[in-house]
């Protein structure tokens, strides 16, 4: 197990190393220039190129790429003389449009990610296994249609559609919800749960629908094995067939997407997070994008390849817990 978690860590810095890199060139090919937009419109030659070699923007590409990576693990110095900045451990820089360090504002807007994606997640799994359980053990009969067409159709709606018919529906028609406005889980749990319920419902729908499928096709296989038929005739209660034996079984497919998900979830759903001004990840990443401010994208690159890499370590880890026959 120990030489199992080494090589899967040391694949994971390889993962992170190439991501980095790719997004690290692909930023310096875009026509944009960080330190034109830092300095203003009205900035001369000389306060540019003085902006240019505070930012490190000078140096080449290699050397700003190795600078970044060094000051991941070990900090560094930004700028020179007596403007410049220290950048303690982990160093994911200093953001462009505000100043402010990439990794405070990734600690300062992840807990609201992580509570959108740990309560969608709740609904849809809840949702998406029971949905797709039930359409299984009624394969071909007419709960089985009517639920798999209710899927497919909540599949083929895309996330911002659902997200403002509810907004319509809940909150500007009925007023049954309040419009979501992030209120801490330690000020109030009550607020915070009311002003994520919407966006935890839009994003539960789609995913629910995509789990009812899989769950569906993986419990279909999975009672038709010749284990299955053999506990029925030991005369096994049809509950602990279903659950003990069938689910736990089927769950393993669903188990990979579900790490998949979460793990991008964590990093921000950008659409979902727009669209109910939610200032989490997404929004920042967004807000980031739109202004060329390269230190944050990459570092809400990293955090989002770091979540689903890591949540698939985790998968792989809880297959054995889940299916008894992958530790044989």
């Known amino acids: 197990m120990i030489a199992y978690l080494a090589r899967r860590c040391l694949g994971v810095a390889g993962v992170l190393l190439a991501i980095c890199a790719v997004t690290f060139v692909i930023f310096?090919?875009?026509p944009a220039d960080p330190a034109a937009a830092a300095c203003g419109k009205t900035c001369s030659p000389e306060r540019?190129?003085?902006v240019r070699r505070f930012m490190g923007l000078d140096q080449p590409v290699w050397r700003q790429f190795g600078d970044y990576l060094v000051g991941i693990f070990a900090g560094r110095e930004l700028g020179s003389g007596p403007h410049a900045l220290?950048?303690?451990?982990?160093?994911?820089?200093?953001?462009?449009e505000n100043a402010l360090p990439v990794w405070?504002?990734?600690?300062?807007?992840?807990?609201?990610?992580?509570?959108?994606?740990?309560?969608?997640a709740c609904l849809w799994l809840v949702l998406g296994l029971g949905a797709g359980v039930t359409a299984a053990l009624r394969k071909g009969?007419?709960?089985?249609?009517?639920?798999?067409?209710?899927?497919v159709a909540t599949a083929s709606l895309p996330v911002y559609f659902t997200a403002m018919m509810l907004l319509y529906a809940l909150v500007r028609l009925t007023g049954l919800l309040p419009y979501p406005a992030y209120v801490p889980l330690t000020d109030d749990p009550v607020?915070?749960?009311?002003?994520l319920l919407l966006p935890w419902t839009a994003l539960a729908l789609l995913y629910a629908a995509m789990y009812?499928?899989?769950?569906?096709?993986?419990?279909?296989?999975?009672?038709?094995?010749?284990?299955?038929?053999?506990?029925?005739?030991?005369g096994l209660p049809a509950r602990s067939v279903v659950v003990k034996h069938g689910l736990r079984s089927a769950m393993t497919p669903v188990l990979t997407l579900f790490g998949m998900d979460l793990g991008a979830l964590l990093a921000g759903a950008v659409i979902t997070e727009s669209i109910f001004g939610i200032p989490g990840v997404g929004r920042l990443f967004y807000d980031a994008l739109q202004r060329s401010d390269q230190p944050v994208v990459l570092g809400v690159t990293l955090l989002a390849a770091f979540f689903i890499v890591a949540a698939n370590v985790v998968i792989d880890l809880l297959y054995a817990v889940v299916d008894p026959r992958v530790r044989n």
């Open 141 to 151: 009969g007419l709960l089985d249609r009517t639920l798999m067409v209710t899927a």
């Open 48 to 50: 540019l190129a003085e």
């Open 212 to 234: 009812a499928r899989q769950s569906r096709s993986s419990m279909i296989e999975t009672m038709a094995q010749p284990y299955i038929r053999t506990a029925r005739a030991k």
């Open 28 to 30: 310096h090919l875009l």
């Open 191 to 195: 607020s915070w749960a009311a002003n």
């Open 104 to 120: 405070d504002l990734l600690m300062d807007r992840l807990p609201v990610s992580a509570s959108l994606a740990f309560g969608a």
């Open 86 to 96: 220290q950048c303690g451990f982990p160093c994911l820089g200093y953001s462009y």
